[in-house]
């Protein structure tokens, strides 16, 4: 039965021979309704904020979306009251305040005026500072200043580092914070070394300048203990790396003759980044959501030796305790919590902090986002005021072109209707072939909707900012969500608009219909 | 199926004139039973009424629906879905106009009861080929209902009224926009399947035509039983007429069915 009733909308609607006005009308409700759906594709493709954009920074997220995800609420009052917090959150800057790796957030210092210093040309050095290390017998004319994290990792200094930061290099401050978040800073204490022993570490970031005057006073075979390689790009975090196991081997080779219990062999270390991807990050802990470096201590401590080469390649590192614990791969965004946080936790998470540690001086960089942000924010508000009081119209207009051209068909079908009733065709079956027929109309017409107005969001935001709606944040994919909802706000629409319209034809009884049809 | 009337009265509308008054017949299974009458005589309500294809019900009087077993069912008792049903299942209908479904073929149009029966598609468009090479016309299967003259529609309409083998057919004037030779095919039509010449699966007993029409002559000559209505009335008595309670002479038929047309005060406009 369903079959003969899909049929047979699917003829009638399809008959080559009915009449020319019909299908003109046909024809033209079709792209109304195309016409319709198009600012509706539009309006939201517009309305869509690229999410990387946004999970890039939480407050751009926040000026973007408002908050509290209500549009328009990033007034100039807002955001001011958006900086106040910033500032409140930052302690006072009682030396240099550095940006601990995190995120995908380069390694950044600002000097004592606030100014942010270039990126440190860095480079890793493996050294061990155990027994007669070299290095700390280098000390006294080093210099230098070591700042150390932990004993895994530490920052090496020279004096020029001081300077650019505009510290006079004998009097260096005692600490500095490195932040993880804002609630979460790191306080790295600086080891003068020449007057405190190193403690047991194993990797330096190193300036060049360092490297080199290292490299001058350490002539001691330690010299070619030192083995040095430019860190990576990216590291220690690949954004994109998402979940891989990164790894890094560092190695040094014939450190020094009174390491002759480790000649020969090979100190390695493996770096695991699990937790790169932002998402998986915030889920951490936060001491977690550094990256880890993990040196070969089980082997080590065990042979009371480094691993021979071949060795090596039957070693079993254990590395179940230096992979960080994730949960499985995030694939469902929780979107409340992505669309409208909390401006407290926006502000701790923002980027913006670093810039804005320094003072007022330093907001030049953010004011023009949240401007460009802002002035975005308002042609779109305008575009969709406008859009959406034409929707309006168009709606009603849709509303009754369907009801329209449903009764019109209801009409001329009466007689084959009643016919079909006489012949004992239910009401339910006739109400049938009068939706699948509107669906074989409707549907079409809605599907090239979303698509023009998809393309309608291409077309405008090149007239308009000259650049594709990625660009300039508004942000176009495929609009999945739009695309079923709109199909389904459709199908809705016909159904209840045919279900009026064919209330005559279901109520008359056979004989009147027969009657009418004459 | 049989139909038994009791003083049957029908209005349109509860202060309306009656349509139908006092009409009371016994209309067994079998045999061809004409109704015969001027226009506005209630033929065609009497025809809707006895198809249910009205959703009202008789005024006064009662209807009973009666199958070749014997049971029996009041007209009111009929729900609209036994009405549909019984329709879909029991009746066949070929009414002035054909009303095909003009985007269908001819073999797709004969097999819509077919169709609603719940007949694969396959099956019932076998269905309706066979009874076109029955009635000698196969080369219509393919052709659109669109394409066809008044008298191919109306045979078509006829292969789709007795396409389900049903036990009654109502046929409302269906030659009267008709010439002689589509008359007479049409008719032949009918007849064998009256006859069960078109189908096997009924005794010849079972299978009743009740037809409506102005056209005496052939009344007479292919009806086995008549029912004369004059504005709602039987004419004569309150039962069905056979052939012999009838005058022989046509004319004289002519005049009792037709009173208005023969009568003395008759106006131009009666022609």
């Known amino acids: 039965m369903i079959r003969f009733i899909a049929r047979f909308a699917w003829q009638d609607v399809t008959d080559r021979s009915a009449r020319r006005t019909t299908r003109v009308v046909f024809l033209a409700v079709a792209i109304v309704c195309a016409a319709i759906i198009s600012p509706i594709g539009f309006a939201l493709g517009v309305d869509r904020v690229s999410r990387a954009r946004l999970e890039r920074d939480p407050l751009v997220r926040c000026l973007w979306t408002g908050e509290n995800n209500v549009r328009g609420r990033i007034t100039p009052a807002v955001q001011q009251t958006i900086r106040e917090k910033l500032r409140a959150r930052i302690p006072t800057l009682d030396g240099v305040a550095g940006v601990y790796p995190f995120y995908n957030t380069e390694f950044q210092f600002l000097n004592s005026k606030g100014l942010p210093q270039p990126p440190l040309d860095g480079r890793t050095i493996t050294l061990s500072s155990e027994g007669n290390d070299p290095l700390q017998s280098s000390r006294p004319t080093l210099n230098g200043r070591v700042l150390q994290q932990s004993t895994d990792v530490g920052l090496v200094v020279s004096p020029k580092f001081w300077k650019d930061l505009g510290f006079d290099p004998k009097s260096p401050p005692q600490s500095i914070k490195l932040y993880r978040l804002a609630d979460d800073p790191i306080d790295v204490p600086i080891v003068d070394t020449m007057q405190a022993e190193l403690p047991t570490f194993h990797l330096f970031i190193l300036t060049e300048d360092y490297e080199r005057e290292l490299r001058r006073l350490c002539t001691f075979p330690s010299s070619d203990s030192i083995q040095t390689r430019p860190i990576p790009k990216g590291f220690p975090l690949d954004p994109d790396d998402l979940n891989a196991d990164a790894k890094l081997v560092f190695k040094a080779r014939g450190i020094d003759a009174s390491y002759d219990e480790r000649g020969g062999g090979r100190v390695w270390w493996i770096l695991r980044w699990k937790a790169s991807d932002p998402v998986n990050r915030n889920q951490l802990e936060p001491s977690l959501r550094t990256w880890q470096i993990i040196l070969n201590e089980l082997h080590s401590r065990q042979t009371n030796r480094f691993a021979s080469e071949g060795e090596q390649q039957d070693l079993r590192v254990d590395t179940s305790r230096f992979v960080v614990p994730l949960p499985p791969k995030v694939e469902k965004y929780d979107m409340a919590a992505i669309y409208a946080p909390d401006l407290d936790s926006l502000v701790e998470e923002s980027e913006i902090i670093p810039t804005i540690v320094a003072g007022e001086s330093l907001l030049t960089v953010n004011t023009e986002m949240v401007e460009k942000v802002v002035r975005l924010q308002e042609q779109t508000k305008l575009m969709l005021r406008s859009l959406f009081i034409a929707l309006g119209f168009l709606l009603l207009l849709a509303v009754f072109s369907i009801y329209f051209v449903q009764s019109l068909r209801a009409d001329q079908q009466i007689a084959e209707i009643g016919m079909l009733r006489a012949m004992g065709m239910s009401s339910s079956a006739i109400r049938c072939v009068y939706l699948i027929e509107g669906f074989f109309i409707w549907l079409p017409a809605a599907s090239f909707g979303v698509l023009g107005g998809s393309g309608l969001v291409w077309v405008c935001s090149w007239a308009w900012h000259r650049a594709s709606p990625e660009e300039v944040s508004l942000g176009f994919r495929v609009p999945t969500f739009l695309v079923i909802g709109v199909l389904l706000g459709t199908i809705l629409l016909t159904m209840v608009c045919i279900r009026l319209a064919s209330r005559k034809a279901l109520r008359i009884s056979p004989s009147r219909a027969l009657r009418a049809a004459e | ?271």
Request: hydrophobic content about 40%.
């Open chain 2, 1 to 271: 199926m049989s139909f038994v009337l009791r003083e049957v009265q029908f209005r349109y509308s509860p202060d309306g004139n009656a349509v139908l008054n006092r009409v009371s017949a016994d209309i067994p299974a079998g045999g061809i039973t004409a109704v015969l009458g001027m226009s506005g005589s209630g033929k065609t309500t009497l025809l809707n009424l006895l198809a249910r294809l009205e959703d009202r019900f008789p005024t006064s009087g009662t209807i009973e629906f009666r199958s070749v077993r014997g049971a029996g069912v009041e007209y009111r008792d009929l729900t609209p879905r036994r009405a549909r049903e019984l329709r879909r299942d029991h009746f066949g209908f070929v009414l002035q106009s054909a009303y095909l479904l003009g985007h269908l073929d001819c073999a797709d149009n004969i097999a819509v009861p077919l169709a609603l029966q719940g007949v694969s598609y396959n099956d019932r468009r076998r269905r309706a080929i066979e009874v076109l090479r029955e009635a000698e016309m196969e080369d219509f299967a393919g052709r659109s209902a669109r394409d066809l003259s008044g008298g191919e529609r109306q045979r078509i309409a006829v292969l789709r009224a007795v396409i389900h083998d049903p036990e009654v057919i109502f046929a409302d004037e269906p030659f009267s926009s008709l010439d002689p030779y589509n008359t007479d095919l049409i008719l032949a039509l009918l007849k064998r399947w009256q006859s069960g010449e078109l189908h096997t699966g009924k005794a010849s007993g079972s299978r009743s035509l009740i037809l409506v029409t102005h056209h005496l002559a052939l009344a007479l000559e292919f009806a086995s039983l008549f029912l004369p209505l004059n504005e709602g009335e039987q004419l004569i008595d309150s039962r069905i007429l056979v052939r012999a309670d009838l005058p022989d002479d046509v004319n004289e038929v002519r005049k009792l069915v037709y009173p208005r047309h023969h009568s003395p005060n008759r106006t131009p406009h009666d022609a």
